[in-house]
């Protein structure tokens, strides 16, 4: 099912380089590619499955910055984009997105003026933010006594990373919350994605821990709020299914309030990180789709591919291909070779499972192969990515790449 028309039609077109194919080296290399029909499939499944559990999505924009995909995602159904900080809700916010959520705390009372500049700029938009604090509170509060102009919060409960560690301290900030005209009280956040465990056994069980107290603490607030419309927000990329398996019974059973994830980077999944989390979530029996239950792993479709010349084979065995650290992501995993093409065609003698990126410099990949493999010079490597957060933020604009991987059209990117 499709949502819209593709997102081809939306994105900045520059006609000097659609209908042209990295595979080819028709544009200049190295170059970050999305693959147009991978991502549909993953947004249009994933929102799909979303409604079909109840929940809301404000995926993270951090993960692209680009104003075209958060545009789209919004149109196919998403509540909002989430945002990291004001320099991505200023561009966010300037490029027509008009509901977003700060995912972070503000820092100190310098950020109090930029917050209600953002307010009065864009006074028709919703900023909703977050505090883990009443030094945090008072920063929304100065904001809000600035801008003349009231300012939704969620109260963090956290592990890991920010947010109240106990119910104790988030009951505090809540009051704070609560005693400030100009601060309307949304519900709590949290992100499980930060908890720590020496196995992946005690992690879930960290997870759970904190989606318990997460759910004590929204029916403390349904107490003391009895009429607002509350929020609960939680849910990055690896853990949506305990968040929903967690959280969804509390809102059931409160009409007037709804689960909101913030899952952004599996729009467009990977060939690392995101895989083996996905492998790892159908060990934990997969996802609930309707009454089936499905392959999580198999449900989403890797997006992003980094193409790159080799540059020189210096030794058997051993080729130098031409991107590096300023170019892709390695802090969750190296590169994976997915193909092999020469003058535009793909290799078949080339198997892409004997090869392997074992060092990153600046901007050299070393990539081991078969030594009595025919590599040459000049031949073209499309490359699969761990952690797409990572990736995105090296380029200033990613292609789009269409089924026969021409490229139908450019997107840009936000990122400060």
Same mark, same amino acid.
């Given at each position: 099912m499709r949502y819209r028309m593709p997102l081809g039609q939306f994105h900045h077109t520059i006609s000097s380089v659609v209908g042209?194919?990295? !595979?080819?080296?028709?544009?200049?290399?190295?170059?970050?590619?999305?693959?147009?029909?991978?991502y549909c499939h993953n947004r249009d499944f994933f929102l799909e499955y979303a409604?079909?559990? /109840?929940?809301?999505?404000?995926?993270?924009?951090?993960?692209?910055? !680009?104003?075209?995909?958060?545009?789209?995602?919004?149109?196919?159904?998403?509540?909002?984009?989430?945002?990291?900080?004001?320099?991505?809700?200023?561009?966010?916010? !300037?490029?027509?997105?008009?509901?977003?959520?700060?995912?972070?705390?503000?820092? /100190?009372?310098?950020?109090?003026?930029?917050?209600?500049?953002?307010?009065?700029?864009?006074?028709?938009c919703e900023i909703v933010c977050i505090a883990d604090s009443?030094?945090?509170?008072?920063?929304? !509060?100065?904001?809000?006594a600035t801008a003349e102009s009231s300012i939704p919060v969620l109260v963090e409960v956290g592990a890991g990373r920010s947010g109240a560690r106990t119910f104790e301290s988030a009951h505090l900030v809540a009051a704070a919350i609560l005693r400030d005209p100009m601060l309307v009280l949304r519900g709590v956040a949290t992100y499980e994605g930060s908890v720590e465990g020496l196995t992946e056994m005690a992690r879930i069980e960290g997870i759970d821990a904190l989606l318990a107290l997460v759910s004590r603490f929204f029916l403390h607030l349904r107490r003391i709020t009895p009429a607002d419309t509350l929020i609960i927000s939680a849910g990055g990329s690896l853990y949506f299914d305990r968040v929903i398996e967690a959280l969804r019974p509390v809102v059931e059973k409160d009409a007037n309030s709804f689960l909101l994830l913030r899952s952004g980077a599996i729009f467009f999944y990977d060939h690392g990180i995101y895989r083996r989390g996905l492998s790892a979530m159908d060990q934990r029996g997969g996802l609930l789709v309707g009454k089936d239950r499905v392959s999580a792993e198999h449900s989403f479709r890797p997006a992003l591919k980094l193409w790159a010349e080799i540059l020189s084979i210096p030794e058997p065995g051993l080729a130098i291909c031409g991107f590096g650290m300023r170019d892709v992501s390695f802090d969750q995993g190296m590169p994976v070779p997915l193909a092999v093409f020469r003058e535009g065609l793909r290799n078949p003698e080339h198997d892409p499972s004997l090869m392997s990126v074992f060092k990153l410099n600046d901007q050299h990949a070393y990539l081991r192969f078969d030594a009595s493999s025919s590599l040459s010079i000049g031949d073209v490597i499309a490359f699969g990515i761990s952690h797409p957060c990572t990736c995105f933020d090296r380029w200033r604009q990613f292609y789009v790449l269409s089924d026969d991987e021409r490229i139908s059209g450019v997107c840009q990117t936000l990122f400060s």
């Open positions: 042209l194919r990295p !595979s080819a080296c028709e544009v200049l290399l190295p170059a970050l590619t999305l693959d147009e029909t991978a409604r079909a559990a /109840g929940v809301r999505i404000a995926p993270h924009a951090k993960t692209p910055m !680009s104003a075209e995909i958060a545009a789209d995602l919004i149109e196919a159904g998403a509540w909002a984009a989430t945002v990291a900080n004001l320099q991505q809700a200023e561009a966010m916010l !300037s490029h027509g997105i008009s509901r977003i959520l700060i995912a972070n705390g503000l820092g /100190g009372l310098r950020n109090a003026p930029r917050l209600a500049a953002l307010q009065n700029e864009f006074p028709e009443v030094a945090a509170v008072a920063v929304l !509060s100065a904001a809000a």
